[in-house]
């Protein structure tokens, strides 16, 4: 929805919800409505005999990933269920959002560089180093990665607020126009990633459908 | 327990994981939660699962502890309580109340030698009346230096008034057990021996995320205190 949209563009460019001034919160055009597109089909998702919502604000050196994976193997090791009881929505938010964005992303913009990934040769990587399984990753930590942990079920879901804020300022910066630059970046999302009007939102919304509040940024 | 997922998990600890942050891994809801109590599957693992079932107060809260925080962790965990009963008429007695000591709080959980042995309080910055490093667990129990009315919020009298703690069994390999193989114990020793001088009466879990999902699982509130 347009209006809501652009509210919440407001925010990202704002910088911060508490930032907003008691004079915006009073603007009727800037309320969104009680309807929207996002798209919260996940909620339904949330079948399991378990449920965990994997609040990850941080990149932390790939910790929140490592902990959304390993979690969930406890889970079925201690309890002895299977995976499919143990329904995780993992929140990309805030800093965490560049795990969300693809390969092409991290080349092109050096994030790697930027936020201090590098490799084992110490050159930053230009690639998401939490994406897949790679060979410079040394076992066990090697499968315990975005798209492993999407294949054994688990939901992930990313903050829009961050991504307006955090990564299309990248693509505005390159020379794109704002709308054009919101469109990139969302095309860069990775695949089976929900976007969501803000990553807390999301945690709300998780614990409302009976997830328990489980922080894997490291603290 | 099976052998390999703890030495999975010794792994993991033992590496990065955790918060040391390698630049890469290399180097009250609107819909009531279910409050299912679950046990572990017998014979799978052999974790002390049994705190859960001791959750059965009115009231029941996790408070998660990652960090040391000056001690705050042990005062809010306190002071909430005594919140509930002054505020909502909830006495202590039927609040469940679990801490959880994991990441850098692992060190809560630790007894007064291994604080004095490996110099945690100089490390750490508790200090004593005059400045020193402190040589015990600083919010283990009372201490002279700590004024009213914070002195009696302790690990030892949250433990006495009915409260649970539990603490992260990755965090213990990643900060507490490389301080003893330091001084030349195996690995497994260095282990055997961070375990032995946890306080008593504190459970280690798998990890101590494991044990924040599974605290709400049965039934508890989300409380960071750090």
Same mark, same amino acid.
């Given at each position: 929805?347009?209006?809501?949209?652009?509210?919440?563009? #407001?925010?990202?460019?704002?910088?911060?919800?508490?930032?907003?001034?008691?004079?915006? #919160?009073?603007?009727?055009?800037?309320?969104?409505?009680?309807?929207?597109?996002?798209?919260?089909?996940?909620?339904?998702?949330?079948?399991?005999?378990?449920? #965990?919502?994997?609040?990850?604000?941080? #990149?932390?050196?790939? +910790?929140?990933? +490592?902990?959304?994976?390993?979690?969930?193997? /406890?889970?079925?090791?201690?309890?002895?269920?299977?995976?499919?009881?143990?329904?995780?929505?993992?929140?990309?938010?805030?800093?965490?959002?560049?795990?969300?964005?693809?390969?092409?992303?991290?080349?092109?913009?050096?994030?790697?560089?930027?936020?201090?990934?590098?490799?084992?040769?110490?050159?930053?990587?230009?690639?998401?180093? +939490?994406?897949?399984?790679?060979?410079?990753?040394?076992?066990?930590?090697?499968?315990?990665?975005?798209?492993?942990? /999407? /294949?054994?079920?688990?939901?992930? +879901?990313?903050?829009?607020?961050?991504?307006?804020?955090?990564?299309?300022?990248?693509?505005?910066?390159?020379?794109?126009?704002?709308?054009?630059?919101?469109?990139?970046?969302?095309?860069?999302?990775?695949?089976?990633?929900?976007? /969501?009007?803000?990553?807390?939102?999301?945690?709300?919304?998780?614990?409302?459908?009976?997830?328990?509040?489980?922080?894997?940024?490291?603290? | 327990?099976?052998?390999?997922?703890?030495?999975?998990?010794?792994?993991?600890?033992?590496?990065?994981?955790?918060?040391?942050?390698?630049?890469?891994?290399?180097?009250?809801? !609107?819909?009531?939660?279910?409050?299912?109590?679950? %046990?572990?599957?017998?014979?799978? %693992?052999?974790?002390?699962?049994?705190?859960?079932?001791?959750?059965?107060?009115?009231?029941?809260?996790?408070? %998660?502890?990652?960090?040391?925080?000056?001690?705050?962790?042990?005062?809010?965990?306190?002071?909430?309580?005594?919140?509930?009963?002054?505020?909502?008429?909830?006495?202590?007695?039927?609040?469940?109340?679990?801490?959880?000591?994991?990441?850098?709080?692992?060190?809560?959980?630790?007894?007064?030698?291994?604080?004095?042995?490996?110099?945690?309080? &100089?490390?750490?910055?508790?200090?004593?009346?005059?400045?020193?490093?402190?040589?015990?667990?600083?919010?283990?129990?009372?201490?002279?230096?700590?004024?009213?009315?914070?002195?009696?919020?302790?690990?030892?009298?949250?433990?006495?008034?009915?409260?649970?703690?539990?603490?992260?069994?990755?965090?213990?390999?990643?900060?507490?057990?490389?301080?003893?193989? &330091?001084?030349?114990?195996?690995? %497994?020793?260095?282990?055997?021996?961070?375990?032995?001088?946890?306080?008593?009466?504190?459970?280690?879990?798998?990890?101590?995320?494991?044990?924040?999902?599974?605290?709400?699982? !049965?039934?508890?509130?989300?409380?960071?205190?750090?």
């Amino acid at each position: 929805m347009t209006t809501r949209r652009n509210f919440l563009g #407001l925010v990202g460019a704002g910088a911060a919800l508490p930032a907003l001034h008691s004079s915006l #919160l009073a603007d009727d055009r800037l309320v969104p409505a009680p309807s929207s597109d996002w798209d919260m089909s996940w909620v339904k998702k949330l079948t399991g005999k378990h449920k #965990l919502v994997l609040d990850a604000p941080e #990149l932390e050196g790939g +910790v929140p990933l +490592v902990r959304a994976n390993v979690i969930g193997i /406890q889970y079925t090791d201690v309890f002895g269920v299977p995976m499919s009881e143990v329904s995780r929505v993992l929140v990309l938010r805030h800093h965490g959002i560049h795990f969300a964005m693809n390969d092409t992303y991290w080349a092109t913009y050096k994030v790697g560089a930027d936020i201090g990934f590098t490799g084992p040769d110490g050159a930053a990587i230009a690639f998401n180093p +939490v994406r897949i399984p790679r060979d410079i990753f040394p076992e066990p930590f090697r499968p315990l990665m975005l798209e492993p942990f /999407q /294949q054994s079920g688990g939901i992930i +879901v990313c903050c829009d607020l961050a991504l307006r804020h955090l990564v299309v300022p990248r693509y505005t910066a390159a020379g794109m126009s704002p709308d054009a630059a919101y469109a990139a970046a969302k095309g860069d999302l990775l695949p089976g990633i929900t976007l /969501q009007p803000s990553g807390i939102f999301a945690v709300g919304v998780a614990q409302e459908a009976g997830c328990a509040m489980v922080p894997v940024s490291a603290a | 327990m099976t052998t390999p997922r703890r030495d999975f998990l010794g792994w993991l600890g033992a590496t990065a994981l955790v918060g040391a942050t390698p630049s890469v891994v290399l180097g009250a809801p !609107a819909i009531p939660r279910a409050t299912t109590t679950p %046990d572990p599957a017998p014979g799978r %693992d052999d974790w002390d699962m049994s705190w859960t079932r001791r959750l059965t107060g009115s009231r029941k809260l996790v408070f %998660d502890a990652p960090e040391l925080a000056e001690g705050d962790p042990l005062l809010r965990a306190h002071v909430i309580a005594r919140q509930y009963a002054d505020v909502l008429g909830i006495p202590v007695e039927r609040q469940s109340r679990v801490l959880i000591l994991r990441h850098n709080a692992i060190h809560f959980a630790m007894n007064d030698g291994y604080w004095a042995r490996f110099g945690l309080g &100089a490390e750490t910055g508790f200090s004593d009346g005059s400045g020193a490093g402190v040589r015990l667990n600083p919010v283990r129990a009372a201490r002279d230096e700590v004024p009213e009315p914070f002195r009696q919020l302790t690990l030892e009298a949250f433990q006495r008034s009915g409260g649970i703690v539990l603490a992260c069994h990755l965090a213990l390999q990643h900060y507490v057990a490389p301080r003893y193989a &330091a001084t030349g114990l195996s690995e %497994d020793a260095a282990l055997e021996a961070a375990v032995a001088d946890v306080l008593p009466g504190i459970t280690m879990q798998p990890s101590g995320v494991f044990a924040v999902a599974v605290a709400q699982d !049965a039934g508890c509130a989300f409380v960071p205190v750090s």
